[in-house]
């Protein structure tokens, strides 16, 4: 069923030529073999769109009216291996005025339309914020904030208790505490430490690279009306949950959630009795960063939150002694008995990444330099891989970037190599920059095929803001374009032609993992979320079997949008943060 919006531009199109409207018909209005960013373009950027189809030549770009206003010639053909297809890029950077147009290419058909304009990514970029709020647990989101996907309060977690793993003298399993608020970590009711923390910290730091920015950002949620900027207090939101997972003795609960999944309702209706589990060395750290940085943040607003940037500090630093002290808790929850818990594990066995971030976060706000020797960042920048785009296991690079953030404070501090720092983020950045470069589709997405993985749609907007960072130290556009290169890919420019964000492009996530989507009887999943993406483990595969084909057994598309797809449709707020970051960050740029 063709969209109102492509209807109409086929209308217009009619106007001007009756067969290529027809075409337009018959030929599934070419989108399925034109992929490009189907939200559009800046004036003044990069413009590029992929021809799945070795034997098309040239291209045109027509505006709403029919009217030609740019053509050219496409690429030779070349394979990109992730999909094993022949693909040419039609290049048209050089159009430049604002107005609504389509691609055609005539051995194929017509793209899905597209803007050019000097906010193009503005609406997305909000949306994909606002998503958090639709996150939230606890509390209900009335109409006038939530529209239609309006909803009633669920898992008050007034009452949660504590598993054995977790228990103490003074919190003895069984024994009751009351953890409200927070975001649900993803298409699931469960609310997790260590995935809130990179999304917390990604979130925190587009706050501090681009402060001025948020000034005027209307997200429209219930504390739009104060003096704070929204994307605070909706971090707030969840940071004031995070605060409650600390226990006494300054360790942090690995997660909050019910022994096993709930099936696919709202979450009014998800009534399972609600943990908090294990303390762990990676959630406490991961807190302890967050709580620093958010220390540093809250305190330009101490007249509205009195006390609250001391109170996160006295927090971060009592985590942080907890985690020197226990620097090896691995959260094993195959040992998790009496109840089992089967929920999401986000488990991991090397804490030297999150040291250094914590360790660095705290240098930062304190000034104190012991934290900097704890973090021993020069020693980790010898070659290697010690460093690496940023994911929920894998946050030192989080440090690099804070680092580069208040460069001009460290740069003749002789204690922090802020020369060393620079270069190890530029030799990261100028990887995916040269891969981008002889890349079918142009992306720095796809440098190696390890990027397909379970939450790919993070991999492409961590390193997008990875390329940001260069930006911001060397002002060479080719790390803004690379990172604008990004952004096309998650919208439409990838090798299953879908824009992964909900509500957003012709052809964009329908159906996601979601269970709010699922079980709201509206048509529309809730907007602005991230869809995870391509990956070719396909761990949902029993469940999804009768949906994949042939076309999804390559690594770039093995995408379905079907709820069942829980490997490569579920949305998570760790994915939804680097693209919040990217496109906003971008338009802040542009």
Request: charged share 20%; net charge negative.
């Amino acid at each position: 069923m063709k969209s109102p919006i492509v209807r109409c531009f086929c209308l217009l199109l009619f106007l001007w030529s009756f067969s290529a409207c027809a075409q337009f018909e018959t030929q599934n209005d070419g989108s399925a073999e034109i992929r490009l960013n189907q939200i559009g373009f800046y004036p003044e950027g990069p413009k590029l769109a992929i021809v799945a189809n070795p034997d098309a030549t040239n291209f045109r770009v027509l505006s709403t009216n029919g009217t030609e206003v740019f053509s050219g010639e496409l690429s030779e053909a070349k394979e990109w291996p992730h999909s094993f297809e022949q693909v040419k890029q039609a290049d048209f950077s050089a159009l430049n005025t604002p107005g609504s147009y389509v691609l055609s290419v005539p051995e194929v058909g017509f793209s899905y339309p597209f803007e050019i304009n000097e906010k193009v990514h503005s609406e997305p970029a909000k949306a994909s914020l606002k998503a958090f709020y639709f996150q939230r647990a606890s509390t209900s989101l009335p109409e006038e904030f939530a529209g239609r996907w309006a909803r009633d309060a669920g898992h008050p977690d007034t009452e949660v208790k504590i598993h054995n793993s977790a228990a103490t003298a003074e919190r003895p399993a069984g024994s009751t505490i009351a953890s409200p608020g927070g975001w649900y970590d993803a298409g699931d009711y469960g609310k997790y430490i260590v995935n809130s923390g990179i999304s917390m910290g990604t979130l925190f730091s587009l706050y501090e690279d681009y402060p001025k920015y948020f000034d005027t950002l209307d997200l429209n949620i219930p504390e739009s009306r104060n003096s704070i900027l929204d994307l605070l207090d909706e971090s707030l939101y969840n940071l004031r949950w995070m605060m409650t997972m600390q226990d006494e003795d300054g360790g942090v609960y690995h997660k909050l959630t019910s022994a096993d999944f709930h099936g696919a309702v709202m979450p009014k209706d998800a009534t399972f009795q609600r943990w908090v589990v294990q303390k762990g060395t990676t959630a406490t750290l991961d807190f302890a960063a967050v709580t620093a940085q958010a220390s540093r943040i809250y305190k330009e607003f101490e007249d509205e939150f009195p006390g609250l940037s001391d109170s996160l500090l006295v927090m971060s630093k009592k985590a942080y002694n907890w985690a020197k002290e226990n620097p090896e808790v691995r959260y094993d929850q195959d040992a998790l008995k009496e109840p089992a818990i089967n929920t999401g594990a986000y488990g991991d066995r090397n804490f030297e990444d999150e040291f250094q971030w914590a360790a660095t976060e705290l240098f930062i706000t304190t000034g104190e330099e012991s934290y900097y020797r704890d973090a021993e960042i020069e020693n980790s920048l010898a070659p290697g891989d010690k460093f690496q785009v940023p994911s929920w296991p894998t946050v030192n690079t989080l440090a690099l970037y804070s680092l580069l953030r208040n460069r001009e404070k460290y740069q003749n501090s002789g204690l922090v190599d802020i020369k060393a720092v620079t270069q190890q983020v530029i030799k990261m950045a100028d990887e995916l920059v040269e891969y981008s470069r002889n890349s079918a589709y142009a992306t720095p997405m796809g440098i190696s095929e390890r990027n397909f993985s379970w939450g790919s749609n993070s991999v492409a907007a961590n390193q997008g803001i990875l390329l940001l960072n260069a930006y911001a130290v060397t002002k060479d556009e080719k790390y803004l374009n690379g990172a604008i290169d990004n952004l096309d890919y998650l919208l439409g420019r990838n090798a299953t032609g879908y824009s992964f964000l909900t509500g957003f492009g012709e052809k964009s996530t329908r159906d996601p993992h979601h269970r709010p989507s699922e079980a709201d009887e509206i048509d529309d999943p809730v907007p602005g979320l991230l869809a995870g993406g391509p990956n070719p483990g396909q761990q949902d595969k029993a469940n999804c079997d009768e949906f994949y084909t042939r076309t999804h057994q390559h690594p770039a598309t093995s995408y379905i949008d079907e709820r069942c797809s829980y490997a490569s449709n579920e949305i998570a707020i760790n994915w939804n943060a680097p693209f919040a970051y990217l496109a906003n960050a971008i338009e802040a740029l542009k």
